[in-house]
């Protein structure tokens, strides 16, 4: 329920208000200006406020106060530069925002892009001839093509260890995942298959798969160990070269430098325009003889 106030309340807040007098220093008064509605025309006019981008009335509202309390503008002339000069000086702000953005958007679409291309599939699955480079080398020029060597090469040891030896069809596999190109450690396991089979010291059953089991084992170990020294060598190498990737991106475009150069030269002329008016008129007002510009000069005489 809403309290009445009493008569003794009501002439207490009536002698109150009228110590009131606003401001009192010239500062004070030109930030008191952006309370009239042409301001909020002009933040209308002048501050994105769309769905995805929307930029701040009170960062804008600020650089008003900023503006008005340096510049002081006396006269509806004078207001009118100034409005000009904070306008544009939000869009030369922006014109920099933009070049931000697109170097954002530049170095980050170009990172998303390498992170997600996966050169495996092309690799293993290219059509190969007497004159390709063995597969084992292409796979050794990446950390993914590294990964994968592992990976085949730790899965073929997993197989000898379970079964006590390199069966058959575990080498069959290990050949698949290379796509049967003939690299050296195929040959090796091959080699080393075909002594299992053929048995030339006639070794004893048991002693003859422990000695093949644990052959096999040391050449695959043998081949993790320098797929790692390669892992080690392609990321350092990927790395650098992601650096200098983004570095190059960090420059925009050729079209969009040249779109944000254009416009920032034109904003940058007009704001030095009205910079040169603002002046002119304020020394005009404080009594100083301000000869008409040598433009406006030149026109006269013609």
Known sequence: ?????????????RRNAKKSTGPKTPDGKAVSKLNALKHGL?????????????????????????????????????EMLVDQIIALTWRLRRARMAE???????????WWRRENHNPLPMVLNMPRTVFSEPLVTQL?????????????LQAA???VERDGELTEAALKDFKWSLRDHPAPVV????????????????LDPEPLRARHREDVLKCLNQEINGSWFWVDLCDKREDAE????????????????????RYETALERQLFRAMNQLERLQRRRQGENIPAPLSMEISARA
């Open 1 to 13: 329920m809403r309290k009445t106030m009493s008569l003794k309340q009501i002439t207490a807040n």
């Open 42 to 78: 002009l933040a209308k006019s002048v501050v994105v406020q769309g769905h995805k981008f929307r930029e701040s009335p009170r960062e804008f509202k600020k650089l008003c106060q900023e503006f008005y309390a340096s510049l002081n503008p006396a006269g509806p002339m004078e």
């Open 100 to 110: 931000s953005g697109e170097i954002a958007l530049s170095v980050d679409t170009g």
């Open 140 to 152: 050794q020029r990446s950390v993914l093509g590294c990964d994968y060597l592992i990976h085949c």
């Open 157 to 159: 040891s997993k197989d």
């Open 187 to 202: 040959r090796k396991l091959e080699d080393l298959r075909a002594w299992f089979v053929a048995n030339p010291g006639k």
């Open 242 to 261: 992601e650096r200098a990737r983004q570095s190059a991106a960090v420059l925009p475009s050729a079209d969009v430098l040249e779109k944000i150069l």
